[in-house]
């Protein structure tokens, strides 16, 4: 079956300017999370959606991110007043109710110039 | 907090050479270990898991043991190959589900003809 997708696939923006990342995770699968991969700080993680509530948004590292999940399956993540060090890869991942591996999207490469 | 710790990269090996990279955890409660892998420009893919003390994962002549007492998870093949290089990362969920993947820094593996 189709695996979990993101868009686009790459963002070029300027400074200042706000970005919006979408993840759809597979069908069915409950759990949703978003990471980001940079040259500094490796793999972290960022919030995590049980349907569409985020019990968990402690990875996210300013008031200048957050992110929404709506009917259970698409999420997005915005990044406002973009900063250089914003500078990353931010990878989506989903999990079903059922297992806890994670299965993650190619994830979208966003530059911030 | 929740932590995990690999080997520094980059590996280099030689086609048919044994790999063992290593992997050692701290953790709150007891964790879920996994170990991901991520090829030259494609995204994170799940190589093998444990989820408890003693099991062993495996998948593609790789393979890894949760050792409760050393508190570590290397990953080991008895025999790699060029379509191995890829960097690896090692990380960590406690059980229950719906938690987020702490990961190592990953550990880049090169291997050569």
């Known amino acids: 079956g189709a695996g979990v997708s993101q868009s686009p696939s790459n963002k070029v923006t300027e400074k200042g300017k706000d970005v919006e990342l979408r993840c759809d995770p597979i069908?069915?699968?409950?759990?949703l999370y978003w990471y980001r991969q940079s040259l500094g700080q490796g793999l972290e993680f960022l919030i995590y959606?049980?349907?569409?509530?985020?019990?968990?948004k402690s990875g996210l590292p300013s008031d200048r991110f957050s992110a929404e999940r709506t009917g259970g399956s698409v999420s997005t993540l915005t990044i406002q007043r973009t900063q250089q060090e914003d500078s990353a890869v931010y990878l989506c991942?989903?999990?079903?109710?059922?297992?806890?591996?994670?299965?993650f999207g190619p994830g979208t490469r966003l530059l911030v110039l | 907090g929740d932590s995990v710790t690999q080997m520094e990269g980059p590996v280099t090996l030689s086609e048919e050479a044994f790999l063992t990279i290593n992997c050692t955890y701290t953790?709150?409660?007891?964790?879920?270990l996994f170990w991901y892998v991520q090829y030259p420009g494609e995204g994170l893919q799940l190589l093998l898991k444990?989820?408890?003390?003693?099991d062993k994962g495996s998948n593609k002549g790789f393979e890894a043991t949760y050792r409760k007492e050393t508190t570590s998870f290397h990953l080991e093949k008895g025999s790699v190959q060029v379509s191995d290089s890829a960097v690896y990362f090692c990380?960590?969920?406690?059980?229950?589900?719906?938690?987020?993947?702490?990961f190592g820094t990953g550990t880049q593996l090169k291997v050569e003809l």
């Open positions: 991942a989903s999990s079903s109710p059922y297992q806890e591996t994670q299965y």
């Open positions: 990380a960590l969920t406690l059980t229950g589900g719906g938690n987020k993947l702490t």
């Open positions: 959606f049980q349907g569409n509530s985020a019990p968990d």
């Open positions: 444990a989820t408890k003390a003693d």
């Open positions: 069908s069915g699968h409950t759990a």
């Open positions: 953790a709150t409660g007891y964790p879920s």
